[in-house]
């Protein structure tokens, strides 16, 4: 439609670009520090564009802090929860979409109002239990309080794509003698990648970030990335070149995925009620 | 179509999920509520006893309580305010015929991906920092003092950073809301004159009157239980200038070793929020069935 003139498209434009500039402009200058000498980094007049690039933060970081040890925890912590909670979400989903009963409805709402708990409600006998096992520090046991705080939101992000499934189509494969097995094998699990994707998707980024029980529970050994930027606010001399190396490194793969997931965030992180 | 067979293996697939989530809840909320109830320090085991509701009567009679109680209000309460002020603001932006809104959108949703420890020394070093912060070279230049926003204004600081994580969620919420809106009741409104004033508050506003009471009661979830964001800027502090309830909670119970009245605050907390959860729960429960 020509209803819009072209200078009202170039005056939204242009003040479309300035705001989100300005919403973006600290990791872009988290970013461009990252590549700043320590000295550049802490100039005033601040550097923008012109100063001497440099990679050997990246390297630094590596060679002092490990990085690919928590980098490696972050990826083990935020996949492995998110494969525990599928394996428990998807036959409750299924059960629930396609053999509804009358409680359904309200034991959904209850997973969902376990969510609603605040951690701190639950630190210290968490604490507690973890230190009497042997399990503060250890990556089982974040993957297990990561896998049960996430659990409601997998269960009601699946749920939501499994009822989409026409039911017409598993009618017509049972009346053709199609077995439950085959039933899922066939007809169900190509419907329902998409859906469980995205739900691994917003799963791993809620994971990945999540900083409340990894910064209580680990120290180094299991430490994800959360824990370890953490470590930088320390005020041990000025490493701002190195925080922003690290940081940048922490929060790259997860953007990316995040901005493939853009669409299914809407859905999953409002339980379906704005799609 | 759900036959006797069907909803028995409904049932039996549901149950592992409902049964951890059942013992996840009940185990540790009901530790917690036993443990308020005890004289229970770390620094002294072995003399544990039971007193009956005196951690609360502590708890809640402590000055600090009332401090992180207001701090939590107050972030909770400013951080929804500007994220949904700003948010129906950027959403109102991005609607519009825009070149390259693909690549804007994503530059504005960026922020909601960055972990909260990252996000929040980025800002106080690198932007708020008082000497070579990006702000005080701004006010520098400008002819201003610069601002020591750590020290001077504490709590704006962490608002102001936890606003920044949460704009983008309220506005790409919002804008998916907005992009719903009727494209023939625009017309109609036009083709009868309707200023865009008298549109925004007749039309876009009620239309979005559900996503942004979802906006506010999952913001409100979270933000209640900001943590991360004071632990690596503030610690709390200076005092308890920035010290919320989650905060609080944690100090009694890491740092000071008092299970007892950790515990209390525990529970306060989860009071706090159910009071919340009640209106969410009822809310969704309702579009459930629709």
Redesign the interface.
Known sequence: MAVYSVRRQVTMTILAWIVGLAIFFPILWMVLTSFKTELDAFSTPPQFLFFHWTLENYAEVQERSHYFHHALNSIILSFGSTLVALLFAIPAAWGMAFSPTKRTRSTLLWMLSTKMMPPVGVLVPIYLIFRDLGMLDSRFGLIMVLFLGNLPIVVWMLYTYFKEIPRDILEAARMDGATIGKEIIYILAPMAIPGIASTVLLNVILAWNEAFWTLNLTTSEAAPLTTFIASYSSPEGLFWAKLSAASTLAIAPIMVLGWFSQKQLVRGLTFGAVK | ??TRQ??F??????A???L??FL??I???G??IW?SLLRYNLLDPGNESFIGALNYEYFLTDPAFFTALGNTLLLVGSVLLITIVGGIL?AL??D??????G?????????????????A???K???MHP??G?F??IA??LGFQPVDWFSNAPLFSVILIVA?QW???AA??LL??LQSLDGEQKEAAQMDGVGPFSFFFYIVLPHLA??IT?VIL?ET?FL??V??EI???TGGGPGLATTN??FL??AQ??LQYD?GG??A???V??V???I??AF??R???K???A
């Open positions: 179509m759900a069907s909803t293996l409904g049932r039996i697939l549901a592992p999920s409902i951890v989530l996840w809840m185990v540790p909320l530790m917690t443990f950027v932006l991005m519009q015929p825009i070149f390259g809104q690549v804007v959108r994503l530059f504005i949703i960026a922020p909601f991906f960055v972990m909260p420890t990252v996000s020394l980025v800002w070093n690198l932007l000497v070579s990006l005080a070279w520098t230049s920044w704009l983008p969620f790409l919420i998916t809301a559900r996503a979802v999952i979830i209640l239980s943590f991360a632990f690596v800027t309830i989650a909670v944690y119970a890491l299970v950790a515990s605050g525990g529970i907390a989860v706090l929020a159910n919340v959860a969410m729960v809310l969704i429960g579009n459930l069935e």
